[in-house]
């Protein structure tokens, strides 16, 4: 951002504090002190930044304002007097605010409506970090353009991410995560996107989110978009199509849909339904490639991309990328480049080979959607026999945790697995969905995790150093399932 310190009184409609020692002249002045970021952690200040004092449960950020300020901070964001601030730095500004963390989403709202480039922002169950990476690096190869970090969506981490930027990019996309009622209301009305994408709908922080459903909290985003923006979701979710078409209706917004082809009929009959801007199909032949179909006006585009992983999760985020980039007239003879080229947090779909095995670290968090996608996907990339799902409870599904693990016991079912390595809670449900014919092996500690993966090994009627095995690993994060991925990877290469 790029903001005077007098611009920042003028948002929060206060004025600054400053040492009792400086004239007013001298105050006139520091006024037109420019702020370029903001930050929420005193180690990670740079020269420029807003510091903001949050109060923790351990940790008050009052206590380090000094330190900010020694690190070359521009200004201080606080929600009372600091101590012995201006002895030592009597020409830092010090804004004192009610609710600092409220008082940072006003000014990061600010940012974005001087903002005059376009903003897109992505929600969805799952996969929507994936999404914006690839987003990011598609925009990336034509124009300039600033991205959320890893994934800080929330409440903290949206407003970081605008205050953050230079402002004078072309593009921004955005990432909006929601765990409660309200969440996108109020994380969507400081983007005020462009462009808003909900990729999907699915269970996922049930719990929080109330009666209403996944798919009406998600597609609060279109209640809010900017002037003349428009809104991007898939035609495959009924929910989705149902509020989404409530909300653009409520706004004026233009609504465009992709979608996800099960058969090459079906790839035809979805590409002739004048509502649907792009359809993939994946290849049965090799299920890492995918057939899209993108219309921009009267004209149709057609070309087959080489994903990083199988199934209908990267079919589906490839749908979505090409819809956009149609939206905004980008040249899709850089999908290929940019889906390789994409820098997608750690844990998520990382996938190491060692020797003739596969281990899939995707143990970043899980709900039923990403759950069921993902294991789905591992299971294509392994030959009969070979598939070894590591994971763990999923959480945050209130009444329906119970019933959701038996669900994903099914799909493990159908799946075929060699043998299943289960953590946390819920794995009698797990088991009940499973059955009787394939082993369930529990474990709470990396130990117990290695004793049972070797156990599990020493069962099969193949050999793994020579056949290979696919592994994938993931559950939510209260799982800590990192550690758990690293034994495997450490026992795989024992073996190898």
């Not at 007097?81 to 020409?91: K, N, Q, W």
């Not at 914006?132 to 991410?161: D, F, M, V």
């Not at 995790?449 to 050999?463: E, I, N, T, V």
């Amino acid at each position: 951002m790029q903001l005077s310190v007098g611009a920042i009184a003028d948002i929060l409609q206060t004025r600054p504090l400053y040492s009792k020692a400086l004239s007013e002249e001298e105050r006139d002045a520091l006024a037109r002190v420019m702020v370029r970021g903001a930050s929420i952690d005193s180690r990670t200040v740079s020269e420029g930044d807003l510091f903001v004092c949050l109060k923790g449960e351990k940790v008050d950020g009052h206590a380090y304002a000094a330190r900010a300020c020694e690190a070359g901070a521009s200004a201080i964001l606080a929600s009372r007097g600091v101590e012995g601030l201006h002895e030592a730095f009597p020409t830092v500004p010090l804004f004192v605010v009610e609710n600092p963390e409220k008082a940072l989403s006003k000014i990061a709202h600010a940012v974005r409506m001087r903002f005059a480039g376009k903003v897109i922002g992505v929600t969805g169950t799952a996969g929507k970090t994936t999404l914006k990476e690839w987003l990011y690096s598609l925009i990336s190869q034509e124009y300039r353009c600033a991205r959320t970090e890893g994934n800080h969506n929330n409440q903290l981490g949206l407003p970081l991410t605008i205050c953050n930027t230079c402002g004078d990019e072309d593009y921004w996309v955005i990432e909006a995560g929601i765990s409660h009622a309200g969440d996108m209301e109020e994380l969507a009305g400081i983007l005020r996107p462009d462009i808003g994408v909900v990729l999907n709908a699915g269970t996922g922080h049930t719990e929080g989110l109330g009666a209403m459903g996944v798919a009406w909290h998600k597609t609060r985003m279109f209640t809010v978009l900017a002037d003349k923006g428009c809104a991007v979701t898939s035609s495959d979710y009924p929910e989705l199509v149902k509020w989404a078409t409530s909300a653009c209706e409520e706004k004026g917004s233009g609504l465009y849909f992709f979608s996800v082809a099960d058969s090459p009929r079906d790839f035809a009959s979805k590409n002739a339904q004048p509502g649907i801007g792009c359809v993939t199909l994946v290849d049965r032949q090799n299920p890492r490639l995918c057939h899209v179909c993108a219309r921009r006006g009267d004209r149709v585009e057609e070309t087959i991309v080489t994903m990083p992983m199988a199934g209908r999760a990267a079919a589906e985020n490839l749908a979505c990328v090409t819809l956009v980039a149609s939206l905004l007239r980008l040249d899709l003879c850089f999908l290929q480049k940019a889906i390789e080229e994409a820098s997608v947090p750690d844990h998520r779909y990382s996938r190491e080979v060692i020797g003739k095995s596969i281990v899939i670290d995707d143990c970043y968090n899980a709900n039923p959607l990403s759950m069921g996608r993902m294991v789905e996907a591992a299971a294509t990339e392994s030959r009969q026999g070979s598939f070894i799902p590591v994971l763990g409870a999923m959480g945050e599904l209130g009444e329906e945790a119970a019933s959701a693990h038996k669900i994903l016991g099914a799909q493990l079912k159908s799946l075929a697995p060699a043998f299943v390595l289960w953590k946390g809670a819920y794995a009698q449900d797990v088991r009940e969905g499973l059955g009787p014919d394939i082993p369930l092996l529990s474990f709470e500690t990396d130990e117990e995790c290695a004793q049972c993966f070797s156990k599990g090994l020493s069962s099969l009627s193949m050999d793994p150093a020579n056949e290979g095995v696919t592994v994938l690993v993931k559950g939510s994060r209260s799982n800590r399932l990192e550690t758990a991925a690293q034994t495997i990877k450490s026992l795989l290469t024992a073996t190898d």
